[in-house]
């Protein structure tokens, strides 16, 4: 599986995807065959509804980043 890995990286064929926001859209997607995974990863998932507009952001955020205001707050 590793080998695989890094042949469809070097080929550069778009097959493979870094981080967390791309991984969680292409499972979103159901674009996905096989996943790696980090075990240790801190990250947690966020849905957060604007209360006015109805609208739902989704935020994958480190626990650094959930210090921040600006990732809950319009």
């Not at 890995?5 to 997607?29: C, N, P, Q, R, Y």
């Not at 980090?38 to 604007?50: G, L, W």
Request: glycine share 2%; no cysteine; proline share 4%.
């Amino acid at each position: 599986m590793i080998s695989k890995f890094f042949e469809e990286i070097s080929l550069d064929t778009g097959m493979i995807v870094f981080g967390v926001h791309d991984t969680m859209k292409a499972l979103e997607a159901s674009a996905v065959k096989v996943i790696m995974v980090f075990e240790d990863i801190e990250i947690t998932r966020y849905e957060i509804k604007n209360p006015v507009t109805d609208e739902v952001k989704t935020w994958y955020l480190n626990p650094k980043q959930e210090e921040d205001p600006k990732y809950f707050k319009d």
